[in-house]
């Protein structure tokens, strides 16, 4: 079981800056790739940013330049540096991560969420 806590959402002007934290914790065997995924009201989920264990990363273009995944291994973290934020990123952020528990299985973990909110 692996357990994912998102941080650091909040209320911003537009402009502004956040920085998201997602601690994951539990037992597995290897965590392949974390990322950032949000949901505007009325829209579906989409993909923010991801990183693999190899530090690959991939970004949605509307976030490309302005976000920044990485992670801190060591610490079971990963973080969602999020600069020159707009209104239309206003949604809930979502902390994903892909766990291997026993070899050959692969499983999807979801945080519970945080909101961002950019003012405009």
């Known amino acids: 079981q692996v357990r994912l806590v998102e941080s650091g959402g909040g209320l911003v002007q537009d402009g502004g800056s956040l920085r998201l934290s997602c601690l994951a914790s539990?037992?597995?065997?290897?965590?392949?790739?974390m990322g950032w995924y949000r949901q505007a009201p009325g829209k579906q989920r989409e993909l923010v940013a991801r990183?693999?264990?190899?530090?690959?990363?991939n970004y949605a273009d509307s976030v490309k330049g302005r976000f920044t995944i990485s992670r801190d291994n060591a610490k079971n973290t990963v973080y969602l540096q999020m600069n020159s934020l707009k209104p239309e990123d206003t949604a809930v952020y979502y902390c994903?991560?892909?766990?291997?528990?026993?070899?050959?299985?692969?499983?999807?973990?979801w945080g519970q969420g945080t909101p961002v909110t950019v003012s405009s």
């Open positions: 994903n991560a892909v766990a291997t528990r026993v070899w050959g299985q692969l499983s999807t973990y």
């Open positions: 539990g037992s597995w065997i290897s965590i392949n790739a």
């Open positions: 990183i693999t264990s190899g530090g690959t990363t």
